[in-house]
C-alpha cells in the first residue's frame, strides 16, 4: 500500500498543469469522488490495523498536495489569460501554431474613395490636392459666391481666427473641395482634368445623415470646347462604373454660384415601390467668373466641374443608413467590408 501511495506522490508532482484541459483531467484523476484519492481511502479496511494510522496520514498528506498542486496552477493560468488581450490564446500546448492574427483592412470610405479615384484615373485624370484651412477669397469669393451668400454664415461654416488680435475672421476649415480648382487654375496653365479628394467640415448637427465632417471628391476639366454632353457623358460613366449598369439615377437642374448652368445627379435607394432618390452629387459648366479669377480667358477656355459626396456613395453602394457608422470605429461595423 505504501508503495502505491509513493507512486501517487511522485505522479501528482511530476503534472504538468499548463492548459484547462490538462487541470481539468488532473481534477478528474485525483480530487474527483472518482478519483485516486478516494479510490485509496476506500481501500482503508483492506489495511492492516496497526498500519491504518499511517496510510491514512499519507492519503490526507497525498489530498492535500493535489488540492495545493491544483488551486497554484489555476491561479496562474488564470493570469496568464487576463494579461493576453491580445486575442492570442494562452499556452494549452507550445508545438501548436499561435491563432493567425487578425488581419486589418482599409476603411470603407478609403475603399470608396479608391474606387472614386480608380474610374478617373482611367479617364485620365490626375490628382490635385489644396489645404483643409482655407482662406475665404478660395472658399468663397473666387468661386462666385455673392457676400451675403449663406453658407458665408457663422451657422454654417466654422471660421478660425488667424491670430488672437486678429478681429477679421478670414480663414475658414473648407466647407467644400471647389476650392481646389482655384488653387490648382492659378497655380498652372489650362488644359485641367484633376480630381481633388478631400475632408470638408461644415457647423451641421450630427445626424442619421449629417456630420461636422465629410469627404468630397472634386473635378475638374478645362479646355477649349468642353460640352455640358461631356459632362453629362461623364457623369453617367462614372455612376455606371460604381453601381454597375443598371444604376437608376436621374440628373436634374440645380444651382451653385461657380457652375452655369448647374445640375444634381441622383441614385434611386431602396426597391421598385419604397425607395427615394438620394443626391450624390452637383456639377455643372464652369461659370465664367471663375475662370476670370483664376486668370483663364472664358472667352478660349470652358470647362465642367463636379463635387462630390463619398460618404453618401458609401452608404448607396454598401447600404449603410446612418452615417455616424462610418466615424464609430466599431469593430463589428467595420470588419464587414
Ligand atoms: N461644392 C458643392 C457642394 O459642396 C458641390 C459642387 C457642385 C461642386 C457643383 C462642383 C460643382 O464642382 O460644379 O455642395
Given at each position: 500500500m505504501s508503495q502505491l501511495t509513493d507512486r501517487i506522490k511522485e505522479e501528482i508532482h511530476e503534472?504538468?498543469?499548463?492548459?484547462k484541459d490538462e487541470l481539468e483531467s488532473f481534477r478528474l484523476k485525483y480530487?474527483?469522488?472518482?478519483g485516486r484519492i478516494t479510490e485509496l481511502l476506500s481501500k482503508i479496511g483492506s489495511v492492516a490495523p496497526h498500519e491504518r494510522k499511517e496510510f491514512g496520514q499519507k492519503v490526507n498528506h497525498l489530498k492535500e498536495l493535489a488540492h495545493k498542486k491544483f488551486s497554484e496552477a489555476k491561479e496562474k493560468l488564470e493570469k496568464n489569460n487576463e494579461g493576453n488581450n491580445s486575442g492570442i490564446r494562452a499556452l494549452d500546448d507550445p508545438t501548436l501554431m499561435p491563432a493567425p492574427p487578425a488581419f486589418g483592412r482599409l476603411h470603407p470610405l478609403s475603399q470608396t474613395q479608391q474606387m472614386i479615384k480608380d474610374v478617373f484615373f482611367r479617364l485620365g485624370f490626375t490628382i490635385s490636392d489644396g489645404p483643409e484651412l482655407e482662406d475665404d477669397f478660395h472658399n468663397f469669393t473666387a468661386l462666385n459666391?455673392?457676400?451675403?451668400?449663406?453658407?458665408?454664415?457663422m451657422q454654417d461654416t466654422f471660421f478660425i481666427k488667424k491670430t488672437d488680435n486678429d478681429d477679421e475672421d478670414d480663414l475658414v476649415l473648407r466647407t467644400h473641395t471647389s476650392p481646389v480648382q482655384i488653387r490648382l487654375m492659378q497655380s498652372s496653365k489650362p488644359p485641367f482634368r484633376s480630381i481633388m479628394p478631400g475632408r470638408v467640415y461644415r457647423n451641421e448637427s450630427i445626424t442619421a445623415k449629417s456630420y461636422c465632417l465629410f469627404h468630397q471628391v472634386e473635378g475638374l476639366y478645362v479646355d477649349k470646347d468642353v460640352s455640358l454632353a461631356e459632362l453629362i457623358d461623364t457623369l453617367v460613366m462614372f455612376v455606371e462604373m460604381i453601381y454597375g449598369e443598371g444604376v437608376r439615377y436621374q440628373i436634374r437642374p440645380s444651382f451653385f454660384?461657380?457652375?452655369?448652368?448647374s445640375l444634381e445627379m441622383d441614385i434611386w435607394w431602396g426597391d421598385e415601390k419604397n425607395g427615394k432618390w438620394l443626391e450624390i452629387l452637383g456639377a455643372g459648366m464652369v461659370h465664367p467668373n471663375v475662370l476670370k479669377a483664376c486668370g483663364v480667358d472664358p472667352e478660349i477656355y470652358s470647362g465642367f466641374a463636379f463635387g462630390m459626396g463619398v460618404e453618401r456613395i458609401a452608404m448607396l453602394l454598401y447600404g449603410?443608413?446612418?452615417?455616424?457608422h462610418l466615424y464609430d470605429n466599431d469593430l463589428r461595423f467595420l470588419q464587414q467590408f
Open positions: 503534472a504538468v498543469l499548463n492548459s480530487i474527483s469522488r472518482k459666391f455673392p457676400p451675403e451668400h449663406p453658407a458665408r454664415d454660384p461657380f457652375t452655369e448652368p449603410i443608413d446612418d452615417i455616424r
